[in-house]
């Protein structure tokens, strides 16, 4: 069992800058992968970022890269999330996961959430 705790969300205002936590706790070694999700209200949730544990590599959505980044504590096992220029339309509800198993599988484990909500 793994359980994801998201920290590190609040209110900030257009153009601020904001970095989420997840931290992992659990069988953690079995962790093959983490990721961040979001989903604004009303909308679908949607991937964000994601890194494979093991070798520590980021990746980036095409449409968040520039302005979002994704780096981990190893020691730690905490994931993080730079939120860079942020929009209002980064508002939402976001998400840590994390699987088991390699890349098109399925996120098994969910964090609770963490809101974001960006002013103008």
């Known amino acids: 069992q793994v359980q994801l705790v998201e920290s590190g969300g609040g209110l900030v205002q257009a153009g601020g800058s904001l970095r989420l936590s997840c931290a992992a706790h659990?069988?953690?070694?079995?962790?093959?992968?983490m990721a961040w999700f979001r989903q604004a209200p009303g909308k679908e949730r949607k991937f964000l970022a994601a890194?494979?544990?093991?070798?520590?590599?980021?990746y980036v959505t095409d449409s968040m890269k520039g302005r979002f980044s994704i780096s981990r504590d190893n020691a730690k096992y905490t994931l993080y999330l730079q939120m860079n220029s942020l929009e209002p339309d980064d508002t939402a509800v976001y998400y840590c996961?994390?699987?088991?198993?390699?890349?098109?599988?399925?996120?098994?484990?969910w964090g609770q959430g963490t809101q974001v909500t960006v002013s103008s």
């Open positions: 890194l494979t544990w093991n070798g520590g590599i980021p």
């Open positions: 659990g069988r953690t070694l079995s962790i093959v992968t």
């Open positions: 996961a994390a699987r088991r198993t390699g890349t098109g599988s399925q996120y098994e484990y």
